[in-house]
């Protein structure tokens, strides 16, 4: 509830005070006498765009501020958390706006953004009316306003926690895109891989191959070198060998030894050396027998040597750099297929939690559509006492694209009277039309604890129609407070508390100045309104008024 509004130096106001009451507000005075500033100043304290024209003559800038009892539990506080403000049953805003446009905001006397301010009077104040802003136009009220009178809670939050989970999945599955390569990439890093495998590289093989390739290189001078070895220690059919001939030495030094014992020594020496000489031979026949060539092996080592070296100048240069490319090749081609799992994992989650999603909106819509008929019924009862006795409001549900509310949206199509085609609302509807499709909204769905704002909601009405506008203001300051400008004593009358704004000279200068009427200066009031009069029959005709809704 609005218990207090204090103006300063805002349009002719150079200083008031208004204090509201619960219930139904009713704010009246000759025409041009700044009403509708009382209005103003409450939409520029929370957060409408204010201009600089709104400044009065009194000083170089507007002060508004205002007292509202709320709820310290109200979930709203969360938002004011972060600057340092903690829940209270009195929440005070200040607005200061200077003519260089700059304007200052404060909550509990801390400065805080124009935003915070705006979401602030989004849940505490409804606006309706020719003067002010309103944000029945725009195109989410009418969806809320059917999702909250049809208490459609649970299904819109269902929707909302789905929608929620399925973004966060989809968001998911962006990011893991994000390090993704195409198949035809993957298949690639595959291919590659499975060739590399395929040599079957072992560290130091290259070294291990060029040391047998030298020595396969050599094998045909060792061979050669052999032969030339053996003919020398056999002989050959132009040269006699070294052990024929050593043979001989010793067979004939052993017949001179048998005639002379000085040679003995001698003899044994030239046997012990053939036999050193027979163990060479056998030596060498032993090692030329190891040195058998292969044309094949060699062929083989030669492929061998020319597939790692071609592997070096690809993934090299070293023959380490090759497997180590091939173990992070590896790596990666592991990582790439999980990768893969991951992201057919995800776009399945994905699916599962759009079709949920997909079933929860389903089911909202057909609820909603439900729920139409009865308060389309109800809403064009209540503008048709409005003084449009054959107007009309349908609430029209059309598709949109998904999102947390569903995939729907609710625009309102209107007809003042009978013979005029129904046309969306907002393109349609005067000022004064859209104030009393607010009331009635307000009526048929409004919320407890609500501050509802009407300016001029009676204009252009009479007899009856006024009569009835002025009993749903009322009815519905049962259940929340009402503030609305007014220019019929029918609808005055039945305010459970009167305000009169007026227009004079003070001090040399025209002032608006605002007053809280008594009974007495109450009664006066409607005699004005009633006739112009403040004595004699329109009294007594203001006073039966009263009577009649204030017994």
């Known amino acids: 509830m609005l218990e207090r509004l204090d103006i300063e130096n805002f349009g002719l106001f150079r200083k008031a005070e208004c204090r509201f009451s619960p219930g139904f507000n009713v704010i009246t005075g000759e025409s041009g006498a700044g009403k509708s500033l009382v209005l103003e100043s409450l939409a520029a304290l929370l957060g409408a765009r204010a201009v600089t024209d709104r400044i009065g003559p009194f000083g170089d800038r507007f002060r508004v501020r205002g007292e509202f009892y709320v709820e310290p539990t109200a979930p709203w506080w969360e938002s004011l958390a972060g600057f340092g403000i903690e829940p209270d049953e009195l929440l005070v805003l200040e607005r200061q706006t200077g003519q260089d446009g ?34 029945m136009l725009e195109p989410e009220y009418f969806l809320a306003w059917v999702d909250r009178v049809a208490d459609l809670a649970p299904w819109v939050d269902t929707v909302r926690e789905r929608y929620q989970a399925w973004r966060a999945a989809e968001q998911r599955l962006a990011d893991l895109m994000g390090h993704a390569r195409s198949p035809d990439a993957i298949e690639a890093k595959r291919e590659l891989l499975r060739e590399l495998e395929a040599y079957h590289v072992v560290p130091g093989e290259d070294e291990a191959i060029q040391g047998r390739l030298t020595r396969y290189r050599s094998l045909r001078r060792l061979l050669d070198g052999y032969q030339q070895l053996l003919g020398l220690l056999d002989g050959t059919e132009d040269l006699p060998g070294i052990l024929p001939g050593m043979s001989q030495v010793t067979r004939l030094l052993e017949q001179l030894a048998a005639l002379d014992a000085e040679l003995d020594a001698w003899r044994g ?102 729920g139409l008929a009865d308060l389309e019924a109800q809403l064009t009862r209540l503008i048709r006492q409005m003084e449009m006795p054959t107007g009309e409001l349908r609430l029209v549900r059309e598709p949109v694209s998904l999102s947390e509310r569903g995939e729907d949206v609710i625009i309102p199509w209107f007809s003042a009277s009978r013979g005029q085609p129904a046309k969306p609302l907002a393109k349609v509807a005067s000022g004064g039309e859209l104030a009393r499709v607010a009331l009635a909204l307000a009526v048929v769905g409004g919320q407890a604890g609500q501050i509802y704002v009407f300016d001029e909601v009676d204009t252009g009405l009479g007899g009856e129609s006024a009569a009835q506008v002025g009993a749903l203001l009322r009815q519905l300051g049962e259940r929340s407070q009402v503030i609305a400008v007014s220019h019929q004593p029918v609808v005055a009358a039945q305010a459970t508390v009167q305000f009169r704004v007026e227009k004079g000279l003070q001090e040399g200068r025209t002032q608006s100045v605002i007053e809280r009427l008594s009974d007495g200066a109450r009664a006066q009031e409607i005699a004005r309104m009633l006739s112009g009069q403040t004595e004699g029959v329109a009294i007594d005709h203001a006073q039966s008024l009263l009577a009649r809704y204030h017994p």
Do not use: M
């Open 269 to 370: 020496i030239a046997s012990e050396s053939f036999g050193l000489l027979d163990d060479l031979r056998q030596g060498l026949s032993g090692w030329a027998r190891a040195l058998e060539l292969d044309p094949g092996a060699l062929e083989a080592l030669e492929e061998r040597a020319d597939i790692l070296s071609r592997l070096k100048r690809r993934f090299g240069p070293t023959l380490d750099e090759v497997i180590a490319y091939q173990t992070a090749l590896a790596q990666e081609v592991q990582e790439l297929d999980e990768l893969s799992w991951r992201q057919t994992r995800y776009r399945q989650e994905a699916d599962r939690l759009h079709e949920q999603l997909a079933a929860a909106s389903e089911e909202l819509s057909r609820r909603r559509q439900a």
């Open 102 to 135: 700059r304007s200052v905001f404060r909550c509990q006397g801390i400065a805080v953004p124009a935003q915070t301010i705006r979401g602030l009077g989004e849940v505490l104040v409804q606006y309706q009316g020719q003067h002010v802003w309103t944000r």
